[in-house]
């Protein structure tokens, strides 16, 4: 199954959310937070760089968790301004 490309929006929420995230995980290394969340170092690096731009839920609720993050703080983040 091939995925669509994203789109601009897309692409500027997940650099956002890898933001956040290094953010949130200050000085502790990838390798503690990613194993703490039940992922691999890897996949949590992709996260932060933009690369995985649309993780699933579960995987922003573990990290939210290990990272002392509300779910409500990253869905505000994340949520663009109303244009009018």
Do not use: C, N, W, Y
């Not at 650099?15 to 290394?29: D, K, N």
């Amino acid at each position: 199954m091939v995925r669509p490309p994203l789109t601009p929006d897309e692409r500027e929420r997940g650099e956002r959310l890898g933001h956040l995230l290094r953010q949130a995980r200050g000085e502790r290394s990838i390798v503690e937070v990613a194993a703490a969340a039940g992922m691999s170092a890897e996949t949590l690096r992709k996260i932060e760089t933009g690369r995985i731009p649309t993780p699933a839920f579960f995987t922003i609720a573990a990290l939210a968790e290990v990272l002392d993050v509300s779910l409500d703080q990253i869905a505000l983040h994340l949520t663009p301004a109303i244009r009018t």
